[in-house]
């Protein structure tokens, strides 16, 4: 193998050659287009879901401090289903969480004086709270509330949703994160997948040889196959957002996950294509790992109970820490230190992972 230093250019040259091999037969054997169909198959599922379930009435979620008579009246109406907070505070915790394509989307507090506006045939004005993700629906929702409500009482009823939004909290947002889990699951699942398919190839072709003899260094070699990787992965990740873009508060700290994502994916990816020949091999090993990251992030995100030592090791596993850094980006504030430290910590086991792989190919030129 040529081991001498290439200038930039040329450096950069053959690592795309590598790289665009990869990508142009993703394309033309239709892979890109599979992996698109396939996971805005499942990441649709809630959606469809929500519109086959859909009730036929109205689900509202009411704080009302007075006890007013609009409350009992939504009660007994076949048109809604009422369920009350107890506080503003809870309100917005759980109007903040959904938006994930189920669940209560409004929620409404009735002032302590309403019965006595209606009275006194005054114009009561409500306020209406909607989650970041549904801020776009804040008008139609306001028009069809106010003439439902209008309609039940009889006389004209305002709300007022400006500047009312809901966003999720870290301790009850559920579907959020179920939703995070999801995608978490989707992108290291594709990644230990089709990854390794890029030096499985290769090996059975007998083309990683000729690659090995050619003037490319091992280093290029495994840079171009992680762009390849990071291709794929990237592919992924934008449809994954795409279907929660809505939802997304902070695109910065979700262009840092998506980093952390496509760095471990593609390394892990690349380790096992390295140490195994054909991908019946390592399917055992894929299923451990795919299970390992899934529940690490499933115990961190419901607060499951375990033992101190596992509790301990949790929120180090780097599919945890982009669980972490995913679930920040749909939070009103972000805490950007914690953040920086998870991202640092994904791409150093990253980085280790490259080394391994490069070690490997190394030993395989032997």
Not at 134 to 161: C, I, M, P, W
Not at 278 to 292: E, K, N, T
Request: proline share 4%.
């Amino acid at each position: 193998m040529n081991t001498t230093s290439n200038k930039p250019f040329d450096n950069l040259n053959v690592i795309w050659t590598i790289a665009s091999k990869d990508i142009l037969d993703a394309i033309r054997n239709r892979l890109v287009i599979s992996l698109i169909l396939g996971l805005a198959f499942m990441l649709s599922m809630p959606r469809v879901m929500s519109w086959m379930l859909d009730p036929p009435y109205t689900t509202v979620l009411v704080y009302d401090p007075g006890n007013s008579d609009l409350v009992l009246e939504l009660e007994n109406s076949p048109q809604f289903q009422v369920s009350q907070a107890r506080s503003i505070e809870e309100l917005k915790k759980t109007i903040g969480s959904m938006g994930f394509g189920l669940g209560i989307e409004v929620g409404v507090v009735v002032p302590a004086d309403f019965d006595q506006m209606i009275s006194a045939a005054g114009q009561p004005e409500l306020d209406g709270y909607v989650s970041w993700t549904n801020r776009a629906k804040a008008d139609e929702f306001q028009s069809d509330y106010e003439r439902q409500f209008s309609d039940l009482l009889g006389q004209t009823v305002h709300l007022n949703f400006e500047g009312n939004i809901a966003y999720p909290s870290r301790d009850t947002a559920l579907l959020l994160g179920i939703a995070v889990i999801t995608s978490v699951t989707l992108i290291l699942i594709m990644g230990i997948q089709l990854v390794p398919n890029l030096l499985f190839e290769e090996k059975q072709t007998k083309t990683m040889e000729a690659l090995l003899v050619s003037p490319a260094t091992i280093r290029q070699v495994v840079v171009g196959k992680a762009l390849a990787g990071l291709f794929y992965i990237l592919v992924i990740v934008g449809v994954v957002f795409a279907f929660y873009y809505s939802a997304v508060v902070h695109w910065e700290a979700a262009i840092l996950a998506m980093i952390g994502c496509g760095a471990f994916s593609v390394a892990v990816g690349l380790v096992l294509g390295s140490f195994f020949e054909r991908q019946q091999d390592v399917i055992g090993l894929m299923m451990l790992l795919v299970l390992i990251f899934v529940g690490a992030m499933f115990v961190y995100m419901v607060n499951v109970q375990v033992p101190s030592f596992v509790e301990a090791i949790i929120p180090w596993i780097p599919s945890v820490t982009l669980a972490k850094i995913i679930f920040a980006s749909f939070l009103e504030s972000v805490p950007w230190a914690e953040i920086y430290w998870d991202l640092a910590s994904v791409l150093g086991i990253s980085a280790v992972l490259y080394a391994i792989v490069i070690w490997k190919v190394r030993r395989s030129d032997r």
